[in-house]
C-alpha cells in the first residue's frame, strides 16, 4: 500500500473519531440539563474506571496488531493462532478484571469519592452492567485490532462509531424522555456497546476464519505476552496519568467540581482526533516496515501534526470562551472556559508525542515507554495533588500540561528524532500563546470573538500551509478533487458567453 492509502486511513480514521465528537456536542448539554452535574460526574467517573481497567489486557491487543500486521501476507493459520491466543487470553484477563472492577469499582464509588448519599441506591443497581460488560470490550479490542492489521479502517471505523453512537444516543434519549436514574442510563449504555462487541467478533470470525480454540498456541502466547509486559506497565500507569485529575477533583472538590473540569478535558481531548487518527494509521504501516524507512515516515508525520494540530489549537483557544457561554451557559463557561484554554496547550505537546510514542512501540521497544510513564506517575502525582488543592481545578489543569510536555520531550530524545525537527514546534506554540492574549481581551463577545477566531485560524492555516509541503499537497489535492465535482454548465451556456452579440 502506497502514499494514497495511508493519505486514505488518515482521513478514514478523522471522520471515525469526529462522528462521535458531534454526538458528543449535542448530548453532553443534555445530558446536562436533564441529569445534573453530581450525575454526570458519577457517570464520566464510570466510563474512567472502565477504562482505566484495561491494563489487564496486558498489552496483548497492541501485540497483536503489531505481530498480525507483520504476518500481513503470511497463510492463514499463522494469523489465526496469534488471533486465537489472543482473544483466549484476553477473554480469561477480562473475567478477572470484572472481579476486580466489581470490588475496587464499587468501593470508590459507594465510599472513597464524595458522592451523595441519593444517588448511592442507582449506583449499586447499574454497576453490575458495567461489570459484565468489561470481557467483551476486552475481546472487542482484539477484534479490532485485527482489522487495523490489515489497514481495513473503514470497517473497523464503522463498527466502532456505530457502537460509541449508540452508547451515547440511547441513554440520553432514555434520560430525556424516561428517567435521569442511573440504573437505567448505564445499563442501556452497556447494552449498546455489547451490541456493538457482537458485532466485531461475527465480522472477525467471518474474515479470518476458520478459528477454533484448539489454534490457541502456548508458543506464540510467550510472544505476545513478552512484547506486552512493557505495554502493561504503560496500560497500568498511562491511565493514571492520563485520568488521576478527576479522581483527585472528586475526592477533593466534590463530584460536582468533577463535572466542570470533565467537560472541558473531553473536548479538548476529542481535539486530538488528528493525533490519535494519525498514530492509529502509522502503527501497522511502521511495523510492517520496520528501521530507517518507519523512522523516515515517522519524521514526515510529526512535521505535518506539529503545524497541522497547531493550525486547529490555535484558534480553538480563542474561541473556547465564547462557545462555553452558548453550549454549557455562561455561570459553567466562566469557570470551565479558562480551563479548557490551557489543557489545549498540554493536548498539543501531548498529541505530538503520539508519534514518537507510536514508532518505538512499532519497531519492538515498549520498554521505553513503559519506563517513562513509570518515572513520571510518582511526581505527577504529586503535583497534582497539590496544585488542585491549592488552584482548585484550574491547578490541575496546569499539572496535567506540564507532564505532557515533560513526556513528549523524553518520548522524542528516546527515538532519536533530529533537534531540527523539535524547533519547528516554536512557531505553532507563539501562535498559539498570541491568541490565548487575544483571547483575554475579547472574552465572550459574540461579534469580538468570532472575528478573532477567523483571524488567528486563518494565520494558522497560513503556518501550516506554508511551512509543511505534505500538507500543502493535501490541500492542493483536495482542493482539485473539489473543483473536478464541481457541477459544469450546459455547453449552450458556455457557447452563449462567448459568442459575439449581433
Not at 496488531?65 to 487470553?89: E, F, G, I, Y
Not at 465480522?203 to 480454540?213: A, C, D, I
Not at 510467550?222 to 509486559?229: C, F, M, P
Not at 486530538?272 to 494519525?278: E, G, H, R
Request: a positive charge; hydrophobic letters at 55%; glycine letters at 8%.
Amino acid at each position: 500500500m502506497g502514499v494514497r492509502a495511508l493519505k486514505a486511513n488518515f482521513t478514514i480514521n478523522i471522520l471515525g473519531a469526529l462522528v462521535p465528537l458531534g454526538v458528543s456536542l449535542v448530548t453532553v448539554p443534555i445530558y446536562i440539563r436533564h441529569i445534573g452535574d453530581a450525575r454526570y460526574g458519577v457517570l464520566s467517573i464510570v466510563w474512567v474506571l472502565l477504562g482505566y481497567l484495561g491494563f489487564l489486557d496486558f498489552g496483548l491487543s497492541r501485540a497483536a496488531v503489531n505481530a498480525l500486521a507483520r504476518l500481513r501476507d503470511a497463510p492463514q493459520a499463522d494469523r489465526a493462532k496469534v488471533l486465537v491466543t489472543t482473544v483466549a487470553l484476553n477473554l480469561a484477563l477480562g473475567l478477572l478484571g470484572s472481579l476486580i472492577l466489581a470490588g475496587v469499582g464499587g468501593y470508590l464509588l459507594q465510599h472513597v469519592l464524595n458522592v451523595p448519599d441519593d444517588l448511592k441506591p442507582e449506583i449499586a443497581r447499574a454497576f453490575p452492567w458495567v461489570v459484565a460488560l468489561f470481557p467483551m470490550a476486552l475481546v472487542a479490542g482484539v477484534g479490532i485490532g485485527t482489522l487495523e492489521s490489515r489497514e481495513r479502517f473503514l470497517l473497523a471505523n464503522c463498527l466502532q462509531v456505530g457502537g460509541t453512537a449508540a452508547g451515547q444516543i440511547v441513554p440520553v434519549l432514555l434520560a430525556a424522555l424516561v428517567s435521569p436514574s442511573l440504573a437505567l442510563i448505564i445499563p442501556a449504555a452497556a447494552l449498546a456497546r455489547g451490541l456493538m462487541v457482537v458485532t466485531v467478533l461475527v465480522v472477525v470470525w467471518r474474515s479470518e476464519g476458520p478459528l477454533s480454540f484448539r489454534q490457541f498456541d502456548r508458543s506464540q502466547a510467550r510472544k505476545l505476552l513478552s512484547y506486552g509486559g512493557w505495554i502493561t506497565v504503560s496500560g497500568v500507569i498511562s491511565p493514571i496519568l492520563v485520568s488521576a485529575d478527576q479522581f483527585v477533583i472528586g475526592s477533593t472538590l466534590g463530584v460536582a467540581a468533577v463535572a466542570l473540569y470533565a467537560i472541558p478535558m473531553n473536548l479538548v481531548t476529542r481535539s486530538q482526533v488528528f493525533p490519535s487518527a494519525l498514530a492509529r494509521t502509522l502503527f501497522p504501516r511502521m511495523s510492517h516496515a520496520g528501521g530507517e524507512d518507519a523512522r523516515r515516515l515517522a519524521r514526515r508525520a510529526l512535521g505535518s501534526l506539529t503545524y497541522g494540530y497547531g493550525a486547529i489549537c490555535a484558534p480553538a483557544i480563542v474561541a473556547t470562551p465564547l462557545f462555553f457561554h452558548y453550549w454549557i451557559g455562561p455561570e459553567r463557561a466562566a469557570v470551565a472556559a479558562p480551563v479548557a484554554q490551557l489543557l489545549f496547550f498540554g493536548a498539543w505537546v501531548n498529541g505530538l508525542a503520539f508519534v514518537p510514542y507510536e514508532l518505538l512501540q512499532s519497531q519492538g521497544r515498549p520498554d521505553v515507554t513503559g519506563k517513562f510513564h513509570a518515572a513520571e506517575v510518582l511526581p505527577f502525582t504529586a503535583l497534582l495533588w497539590g496544585a488542585t488543592s491549592l488552584f482548585g481545578i484550574m491547578g490541575a489543569a496546569v499539572a496535567w500540561s506540564l507532564r505532557c510536555a515533560i513526556d513528549a520531550l523524553c518520548l522524542y530524545v528516546a527515538s532519536r528524532m533530529p533537534r531540527e525537527d523539535l524547533a519547528r514546534a516554536m512557531v505553532p506554540l507563539l501562535l498559539m500563546l498570541a491568541a490565548g492574549l487575544l483571547s483575554h481581551f475579547v472574552g465572550d463577545r459574540l461579534w469580538a470573538g468570532l472575528a478573532a477566531t477567523v483571524i488567528i485560524g486563518l494565520l494558522a492555516l497560513t503556518m501550516a500551509l506554508s511551512l509543511d509541503a505534505d500538507l500543502r499537497r493535501l490541500a492542493e489535492s483536495v482542493v482539485l478533487r473539489l473543483i473536478r465535482r464541481a457541477p459544469k454548465p450546459p455547453l449552450d451556456d458556455v457557447v452563449s458567453r462567448v459568442e459575439p452579440s449581433a
